[in-house]
């Protein structure tokens, strides 16, 4: 089966995603990893000032409501440096980059980086084929039920 999933439902979802993965955590953690969102422009900015990985510190799901432009990007890149945030992610979709995306890119000292695909299918879809490889000793692929997802978010 062959999932064609529209540029705006991957962004919106990946964002609130992300977006509920790093705000719904205890105040102890937030302040420790000095954690901090907001919502800019249709887009989520989410900043982990003490992440040792700088993985967790993404700007996405822009474009999808609201146009990417300038002043969008600015207030962006401005919230990281409020933030003190060094190093950051910024994830526009092809679909929605702006024609101006090389000035927006110049005026904000944005660099790219690597790029990303998102790949889409339906869990059953995913764990039939995961299921069909040999997976290493211990390492099982299953959908979670609902029941169980606080166990699992606390291990």
Known sequence: MNAVVPPAVAERSEAEALYRFE???????????????????????LSMRNDPTHYWSKALGFGVSTPVTAEV??????????????QAVLQVAPAFLPEDWDDICAREGITAGSSWVKLVCPVEEAVARTQALEAPAGIRVAPLEADRAQEWGRS
């Open 73 to 86: 990007i600015g207030a962006v890149c401005d919230f990281y440096r409020s933030e003190g945030t060094t």
């Open 23 to 45: 705000t719904e955590v205890p105040d102890s953690v937030r302040t420790a990893l000095a954690m901090n969102s907001a919502r800019i422009g249709g887009g989520v900015v």
